[in-house]
């Protein structure tokens, strides 16, 4: 089992950064896979960018040139690094893992998720 908790979401004016990070707990040694997906209400959630243990790494349109993700396996910690934060990013921020090597961003490849940090960008 593992357990993914994230933190570093928050209010930010339009232009502005944040940085996330994913705890993970439990067996996460085996966590190949590590990926930051969002969902805004009403939509449906969609994946923001993953990386592997071997810092390969694959961003959804959205998010390339302005997030960067990254991962500390000494620290089984994820992080999410986040500029030029557009109004169109408010979400819910999830983080995901899987055992499995993959470098997909669909939801369903997932087995584990955290409880998400909200993220708002206001005008």
């Known amino acids: 089992q593992v357990q993914l908790v994230e933190s570093g979401g928050g209010s930010v004016q339009a232009g502005g950064s944040l940085r996330l990070s994913c705890a993970a707990f439990g067996s996460a040694y085996y966590m190949t896979s590590m990926a930051w997906f969002r969902q805004a209400p009403g939509k449906e959630r969609e994946g923001v960018a993953i990386?592997?243990?071997?810092?390969?790494?694959r961003y959804a349109d959205s998010a390339k040139g302005r997030f960067t993700i990254s991962r500390d396996n000494a620290k089984n910690t994820l992080y999410l690094e986040m500029n030029s934060l557009a109004l169109e990013d408010t979400a819910m921020y999830y983080c995901?893992?899987?055992?499995?090597?993959?470098?997909?961003?669909?939801?369903?490849?997932?087995?584990?998720w955290g409880q998400g940090t909200q993220v708002t960008v206001s005008s």
């Open positions: 990386v592997d243990t071997t810092g390969n790494t």
């Open positions: 995901a893992a899987d055992p499995k090597w993959f470098l997909t961003l669909q939801a369903k490849d997932y087995r584990y």
